[in-house]
């Protein structure tokens, strides 16, 4: 969680939401980081999550991420959750809840959800307080 985080604060330097994340392989090997880039890409699917999938995906050489571990600084939205489960990332590993757009347990939960055909172990709050800190701290300086 420790380089999640510090791929969120470089996002919010560039002016991003500070969301960073990391793929690790079976072995907790990282294989693949990213944070968000909405901004800077002016592309809404730019997502951290998205990004490390992505860069995990070519260093493997597959689409497939089984036995791999997603953490990621906030609890992911509908579009990463559903992407996680397309990729059979094994373990999402996530800190600060998000209760307005959180797929894995908040507002929705769609990476437990047993009507699909993948599920996939969540360990939230995971220095959550660190999290939530800078993401109050990147809103609170732009209102």
Known sequence: MARALALARAAAAEGDVPVG????????RPIGEGRNLREAQHDPTAHAEIIAM????????????????????LEPCLMCAGALLQAHVARLVFGAWDDKAGAAGSVHDVVRDRRLPHRAEVVAGVREHEASTLLRAFFDARR
């Open 21 to 28: 994340a990391l793929v690790m392989d079976a072995a907790g």
């Open 54 to 73: 992505r860069a995990a995906a070519r260093e493997l050489g597959t689409w497939n991420l089984a036995g791999c571990t997603l953490v990621v600084t």
